[in-house]
């Protein structure tokens, strides 16, 4: 896990993960390849504090790995999915060439390559939670039909030929990241949606994989009856999280509704972590963007909280928004519906097919796509009333 620093939901699963194994097999020499340039306490306390995990330290080992920028996106500003490949291999090199070869070797982060390489070099067994496939037809389907997901220059969707080419390199890669998938013994998802991505590229893989939900520890949340007029958006700041989205939705529920009284009093808090300085600009960006809509003064932006500080914010709130398309699953819409939010999540992925789902017929939150289907969720969440509002809270929880 070459990034085990983080906060996010992928370093949350790993070491939720280590915790398990610990209560499991307590003798186990646990060892994790890293890259990040920090110390192994303060990584350990990090984790303790923002996930509030338990973490048995002394069988704990980091192994620090110094050839980071292989892995980077930046590194590869073009073919950057052969490109990263091909640096988790060299990563690997370095980690052979200077650490004893483990007996199961487990990867936590997408880069299947680094494991098959182990196997190469004689690790018993290869596993992987995957949390998102690195490619999948979707992706296929996006550049077919010439859209422009975050990953895409636009050119790739105003020239047809430039379309084609790209076409055919996510194919090529299609193919060679399921021949990564002959290395892998076993395989863990994230959500169904994942899974069924995951059995169609590594057929071979199909018996060996189940899905293991991410930790979302809902009996560590309370539900207040005492809800904000807040909306509440919990997310990494990164940009296919669609956060200029969530602000243009505010924007045009304060214009659509400006004499409502409950839209009137209605805040907007975003947060959520920032990993590198390039998530710190893409921050200040939304900070403009809300500033130009003029609902900044109405938002408040809660960057890299401490875990109690967050389950605070979501005792409090009434409304939580997610709008990234094609979402792996989503730990934050799971803990803001254990809080008691009612939550409006984007119609695919993970919110989807598994946490957005009818329970005995009854409504458990709303998915939305448009901006008019999101304005329109937030508006009759407002209007509802309290026995209405408890009763899909009870359903959710």
């Not at 972590?273 to 963007?289: A, F, G, I, P």
Request: hydrophobic share 40%; aromatic share 14%.
């Amino acid at each position: 896990h070459p990034f085990c620093n983080d906060c996010g939901g992928g370093e949350r699963v790993l070491w939720f993960m280590i915790s398990a194994i610990q209560n499991k097999f307590p003798s186990a020499s646990i060892k994790i390849f890293t890259c990040d340039s920090t110390t192994a306490n303060l990584i350990i306390n990090k984790s303790i504090e923002r996930f509030n995990v338990s973490l048995d330290t002394k069988n704990i080992e980091f192994l620090f790995l110094t050839g980071k920028n292989w892995i980077l996106p930046s590194s590869w500003p073009h073919f950057t999915l052969f490109g990263q490949s091909l640096g988790s291999i060299i990563l690997s090199i370095e980690a052979v060439r200077n650490h004893p070869i483990p007996d199961i070797l487990i990867d936590t982060t997408g880069f299947v390559f680094f494991g098959a390489f182990f196997k190469l070099f004689g690790c018993h067994s290869v596993g992987a939670y995957i949390h998102y496939p690195t490619i999948s037809t979707d992706m296929i389907n996006r550049v077919t039909n010439r859209l422009n997901p975050y990953n895409n220059a636009k050119i790739f969707s105003k020239f047809y030929f430039v379309t084609y080419f790209k076409l055919i390199y996510y194919k090529i890669f299609f193919y060679w990241y399921k021949l990564g998938g002959y290395s892998v013994n076993f395989a863990m998802t994230n959500s169904k949606w994942t899974q069924n991505h995951i059995c169609n590229l590594w057929k071979a893989r199909k018996n060996r994989s189940i899905v293991v939900y991410p930790p979302c520890s809902p009996h560590f949340f309370t539900s207040h009856d005492n809800k904000s007029l807040k909306m509440l958006s919990i997310s990494q700041f990164r940009p296919e999280k669609d956060h200029k989205k969530q602000i243009y939705i505010f924007a045009q529920l304060i214009k659509e509704f400006a004499k409502d009284s409950s839209t009137e009093k209605l805040l907007f808090s975003m947060a959520g972590s920032t990993r590198s300085d390039m998530d710190v600009q893409y921050l200040e960006t939304l900070k403009t963007y809300a500033k130009e809509l003029k609902v900044y003064d109405r938002m408040e932006f809660k960057i890299n909280l401490p875990f109690i500080e967050l389950k605070e914010l979501m005792s409090e709130s009434l409304i939580g928004l997610h709008t990234m398309n094609q979402e792996h699953f989503g730990i934050g819409i799971v803990e803001m519906m254990a809080s008691g939010i009612i939550m409006i999540a984007h119609n695919s992925g993970g919110p989807k097919s598994d946490i957005i789902v009818k329970f005995n017929k009854k409504e458990v939150g709303f998915l939305a796509e448009s901006i008019d289907q999101y304005v329109t969720a937030i508006k009759s969440i407002l209007d509802l009333d309290g026995e209405s509002i408890d009763i899909i809270r009870m359903n959710s929880i």
